[in-house]
Antibody, heavy 123, light 113 residues
Framework: EVQLVESGGGLVQPGGSLRLSCVASGFTFSSYWMSWVRQAPGKGLEWVANIKQDGFDKYYVDSVKGRFTISRDNTKDSLYLQMNSLRAEDTAVYFC????????????????WGQGTLVTVSS | DVVMTQSPLSLPVTLGQPASISCRSSLGLVHSDGNTYLNWFQQRPGQSPRRLIYKVSNRDSGVPDRFSGSGSGTDFTLKISRVAAEDVGVYYCMQGTHWPPYTFGQGTKLEIK
């Protein structure tokens, strides 16, 4: 059974930093692109970033470029999101999701999601 | 960025009746590989999203056959043939053709009348 378990959320002041983690199990983690998707309280879904299987190619939504860094450790079946210079508008539940994407095609959407971890940016 | 526009945003439906959600994209979603990467997700109250349909009309494993997806180009539809109580939640379309970024619709909240 595929499982994605996020952790690392919490309350942080504006301008602060936080590192989210996602541990995967039940599939060959190193064979998949992975994404972070967020959802502000009472709002819709927003894709944040994704990362290629080998960790070398990474893409971000414009609003987090230069502040967030996605990474992975295939030896630990883990995905990370380092979030710096946090703003109030980054307050959201952050989901880790498996992305069945490959170069030369598009994305068929996220076929497995974690339960999410809440990040609250407030003074 | 490709803008995804859903309608309606609120959908009250009587149990056992059909429901339909529209999703329009600001750009055509046919990829150079010939596929159309328009996907649908369901988010039940208090739960994570779940993919229902991928590439316009392919149902995920375990998704009841009362759910169907259709459309082409820029206009897409998710249909529920007979709404059940467990279908309450928010439905999102998402395009995976023109990226980054992947973009979602605003969401359609389905409730039982």
């Amino acid at each position: 059974e595929v499982q994605l378990v996020e952790s690392g959320g919490g309350l942080v002041q504006p301008g602060g930093s936080l590192r989210l983690s996602c541990v995967a199990s039940g599939f060959t983690f190193s064979s998949y692109w992975m994404s972070w998707v967020r959802q502000a309280p009472g709002k819709g879904l927003e894709w944040v970033a994704n990362i290629k299987q080998d960790g070398f190619d990474k893409y971000y939504v414009d609003s987090v470029k230069g502040r967030f860094t996605i990474s992975r450790d295939n030896t630990k079946d883990s995905l990370y999101l380092q979030m710096n210079s946090l703003r109030a508008e980054d307050t959201a539940v952050y989901f880790c999701a498996r992305d069945p994407f490959y170069y030369g095609a598009g994305s068929s959407g996220f076929d497995h999601w974690g339960q999410g971890t809440l990040v609250t940016v407030s003074s | 960025d490709v803008v995804m526009t859903q309608s309606p945003l609120s959908l009250p439906v009587t149990l056992g009746q059909p429901a339909s959600i529209s999703c329009r994209s600001s750009l055509g979603l046919v990829h150079s590989d010939g596929n159309t990467y328009l996907n649908w997700f369901q988010q039940r109250p208090g739960q994570s999203p779940r993919r229902l349909i991928y590439k316009v009309s392919n149902r995920d494993s375990g998704v009841p056959d009362r759910f169907s997806g259709s459309g082409s180009g820029t206009d897409f539809t998710l249909k529920i043939s007979r709404v059940a109580a467990e279908d309450v939640g928010v439905y999102y379309c998402m395009q995976g053709t023109h990226w980054p970024p992947y973009t979602f619709g605003q969401g359609t909240k389905l409730e039982i009348k």
